[in-house]
């Protein structure tokens, strides 16, 4: 193996080791499940649904119609 690629590997794995243990705590995991649920949709959708149609120009309407 390359020297910097090992290096690299020496740098990257103590990293991953701590992110692993770190995911096995549930407020961790619930974070998470959080942040990916709001990016699936869920926080673009309310945000569309409380902006005033008048300050959208009618966007929000072809937005939602064209996600669904």
């Keep these: 193996m ?3 690629l090992q ?3 020496e740098i990257e794995a103590p990293i ?3 992110w692993n243990q770190a995911l096995r705590h549930d407020k ?3 974070l998470f499940a959080i942040v990916s649920r709001l990016g699936d949709g ?3 959708y309310s945000l569309i649904a ?5 300050s959208t120009g009618g966007t929000d309407c072809m937005l939602a119609c064209t996600c669904c």
Excluded at 50 to 54: A, K, R
């Design 28 to 30: 961790v995991q619930r």
């Design 16 to 18: 991953c080791r701590a």
């Design 7 to 9: 290096r690299l590997n």
């Design 2 to 4: 390359r020297p910097w």
């Design 50 to 54: 409380v902006m005033p149609p008048w």
């Design 42 to 44: 869920v926080f673009w």
